[in-house]
């Protein structure tokens, strides 16, 4: 069966450190895969989506950045971190045929 | 560019109860998507129901049902029977046919089932 795996669950970081989350996929391959936040009590924005290696897409100006070094693996990166960066971080892909399943998420504070 | 708009904030419901969560969207394409998604206190993003635009049968998924108005942009989620395991909040999204999982949302409508 196809699943999508995300961690950490929390993390805590001062201001200006790095960051690294990490999301994979298991059961497919060639998935689409996207990065998704969540500002407290708002909806999803999304930040990046890559449909294969190497290929990423940037929706928002930001401090963060992605990259998919393997065709299951999607990371999400800062180099430092900003306290606007908090929020709550959802990992996603596309099952073929359907629309969008989303891992547990990392809740981030920046500190 | 799209934009969904969901105007309930907070709505509450007696268990066993039938609830009605509102949203409404802008587009100019004809051929899109639409879902209700379901985030429950885990934060874990559930998919409820999706509506394919093209269809103009009401997509139904045991106890939700939603009532899909294509002329007014208008995507309705009712819940039937409602029980405590349906208190989250819920999100309205949309998606062009034509793009990635590039999902517009709703801001939300907190839903609470109270015994």
């Known amino acids: 069966s196809q699943t999508i795996h995300q961690w950490p669950a929390t993390l805590v970081q001062p201001v200006g450190s790095p960051l690294s989350l990490e999301c994979t996929v298991e059961?497919?391959?060639?998935?689409?895969l996207y990065w998704y936040r969540q500002a407290a009590g708002r909806g999803l924005q999304l930040l990046f989506y890559?449909?294969?290696?190497?290929?990423i897409s940037s929706e928002v100006p930001q401090n963060l950045s992605a990259s998919r070094p393997q065709d299951r693996q999607f990371i999400l990166s800062s180099k430092k971190l900003l306290l606007s960066d908090s929020g709550f971080y959802l990992c996603a892909w596309d099952p073929p045929g359907e629309k969008l399943f989303f891992g547990s998420g990392t809740q981030l504070s920046v500190l | 560019a799209q934009t969904v708009t969901q105007s309930q904030p907070e709505m509450s419901v007696q268990e066993a109860e039938t609830v009605t969560l509102s949203c409404t969207y802008d587009?100019?394409?004809?051929?899109?998507?639409l879902f209700w998604y379901k985030q429950p206190p885990s934060r874990q993003m559930i998919l409820v129901i999706r509506q394919e635009a093209y269809k103009q049968q009401n997509a139904t998924e045991n106890r939700f049902s939603v009532n899909f108005q294509k002329a007014a942009k208008s995507f309705s989620l009712k819940i039937s029977d409602s029980q405590l395991g349906d208190t989250a909040m819920y999100f309205c999204a949309f998606i062009s046919g034509t793009s990635y999982g590039k999902l517009t949302f709703g801001q939300g409508t907190i839903l609470t089932v109270h015994p």
């Open positions: 587009t100019s394409e004809n051929n899109y998507y």
């Open positions: 890559s449909v294969g290696i190497g290929q």
């Open positions: 059961g497919t391959s060639n998935p689409n």
